[in-house]
C-alpha cells in the first residue's frame, strides 16, 4: 500500500468513525479518540490487542509533544534540528507555547493539547481506556463497514442539523434568562 493509499483509507475510516458517532450521539472528542485508536489497532498488527499491555513509549511521545516531558538521551547536533528526535522535541516545544499563550492570553485550551491530553488519558488511565475501548467495540467497530459515502454524508447533516437545533434552544434559553 502506497502513501495516497494509506492516507485515503485513513480519510475514509474516520468519515465513518465520526459519521457513526454522530448518528450515536457521541462526542466529537470521542470520534478523533476512536479515529486515533482505530490507527493504532492497525498499525500495531495486534488489532484492539495493543491496547491490553501499557505503551510507555507511546506515554512519553505524548508528553514530549504536550511539553511535559524531555527526551532523556543526548542527541548528536543534527538529531536535535532535523532528526525524528529532534521535530518530536521542536514540536513539543511549539505546542507548550501555543498552549501557554492561549491560556494565558486568552483562557482557553487549543484542541490539539485537550486530544494529546485524552489520548495520555487512555493510555493512564485504566479504567478510561477500558470503557473507550468498550464503546468502541460494541458501539463503532460493528457498524463502521455499513457507513456508504451516501449515509456518511447524511449522519454529518443530521448532525449538522441537530447541532443547530441546540444552540437554537440554547440561545432561546439565554434569551428567555435575560
Known amino acids: 500500500m502506497d502513501h495516497s493509499d494509506l492516507r485515503d483509507a485513513y480519510f475514509d475510516d474516520a468519515a ?4 457513526v458517532c454522530a448518528d ?20 500495531s498488527g495486534k488489532g484492539l490487542g495493543y491496547f491490553d499491555t501499557p505503551q510507555p513509549e507511546a506515554a512519553d511521545a ?3 509533544m504536550l511539553g511535559e516531558k ?17 521535530f518530536m ?16 492570553e486568552h483562557g482557553i485550551e487549543t484542541p490539539l493539547s485537550s486530544e494529546l491530553r485524552l489520548r495520555l488519558r487512555l493510555y493512564e488511565d485504566a479504567t478510561f481506556r477500558d470503557h473507550v475501548l468498550q ?8 457498524f463502521e463497514k455499513d457507513y456508504s459515502w451516501d449515509r456518511v454524508r447524511s449522519a454529518f447533516r443530521e448532525y449538522r442539523m441537530k447541532k443547530a437545533r441546540r444552540e437554537q ?5 439565554m434569551e428567555s434568562a435575560e
Open 24 to 43: 450515536e450521539d457521541l462526542p466529537d472528542s470521542y470520534a478523533r479518540l476512536f479515529t486515533y485508536i482505530r490507527v493504532r489497532a492497525s498499525e
Open 70 to 86: 524531555r527526551l532523556s538521551l543526548p542527541l548528536p547536533a543534527s538529531q536535535k534540528r532535523f532528526g525524528p528526535a529532534g
Open 89 to 104: 522535541i521542536s514540536m513539543g516545544e511549539k505546542i507548550a507555547d501555543i498552549d501557554n499563550r492561549a491560556s494565558t
Open 135 to 142: 464503546l468502541y467495540r460494541e458501539r463503532i467497530a460493528p
Open 62 to 64: 505524548i508528553r514530549i
Open 169 to 173: 434552544e440554547t440561545m432561546r434559553i
Open 16 to 19: 465513518r468513525i465520526y459519521a
